[in-house]
């Protein structure tokens, strides 16, 4: 089956410095997408890309639609604490419905 | 405008007994997609429905387990014969029908098997 690997598996960082990371696959999706669960709840949605090189931004996170379709990348400018949790990636082949394939997540970690 | 609920939050169940989980999507949402998590991993895709139909089961384990959203009432998941295995945080999401912007995840249930 199609598997995601998103890394690194975790980061520790301190308060103000930029986060990136990434998540490669072996086939091709057509819509990717990111999330972000913190502690006891489910993920919620971040960011969604729909075409292959799309660049999409949502207030300090920026994501990115590789042009291979196999992969993907998130950044975080100016890391606060509330920036604290794990960030999934997750590719799909339909782009309207239909599951999705999740990574195994980010675990970030924010110094104040 | 509530969001995805799910019920209960935390189950506890014996080895041998039947877990029964339970999805109300959010309104106007017609699909509806279940994931299991275990600690420290990702999520597994488990079922997808939409009502009375099961468009794609291919992540659901071939015995013991089964899932159902019904024309009227929340979609279940149903485990039965339940196994130490089993413990795990199972999660349901939704999505509208005629736009697809990513899912809505509930809260999720935690299982628990003893």
């Known amino acids: 089956g199609q598997q995601l690997n998103q890394s690194p598996q975790s980061m520790f960082i301190q308060e103000g410095e930029d986060v990136s990371m990434n998540c490669t696959s072996s086939s091709i999706f057509n819509t990717w997408l990111w999330y972000k669960q913190d502690p006891g709840e489910g993920p919620v949605l971040l960011i969604a890309l729909y075409k292959a090189g799309e660049l999409t931004s949502n207030g300090r996170l920026t994501a990115q639609f590789g042009i291979t379709r196999k992969d993907s990348f998130l950044n975080i400018s100016a890391s606060i604490p509330s920036d604290v949790g794990i960030y999934f990636c997750a590719g799909q082949l339909n782009t309207n419905a239909g599951k999705s394939t999740f990574g195994d997540g980010t675990t970030l970690t924010v110094k104040p | 405008n509530a969001g995805v609920m799910q019920n209960p939050r935390h189950l506890v169940r014996r080895r041998g007994q039947e877990a029964r989980l339970r999805c109300s999507p959010m309104?106007?949402?017609?699909?509806v997609y279940w994931y299991r998590q275990l600690p420290e991993e990702g999520l597994k895709f488990m079922v997808y429905?939409?009502?009375?139909?099961?468009?794609?089961e291919s992540g659901m384990p071939k015995e013991r387990f089964s899932a159902e959203f019904p024309k009227e009432g929340p979609s279940i998941l149903r485990i039965q014969q339940v196994v130490r295995g089993d413990s795990a945080a199972y999660f349901c999401a939704s999505s509208p029908q005629d736009r697809y912007y990513g899912y809505t995840f509930g809260s999720g249930t935690r299982l628990t098997v003893v």
């Open positions: 429905l939409q009502k009375e139909n099961i468009i794609d």
């Open positions: 309104k106007g949402h017609s699909h």
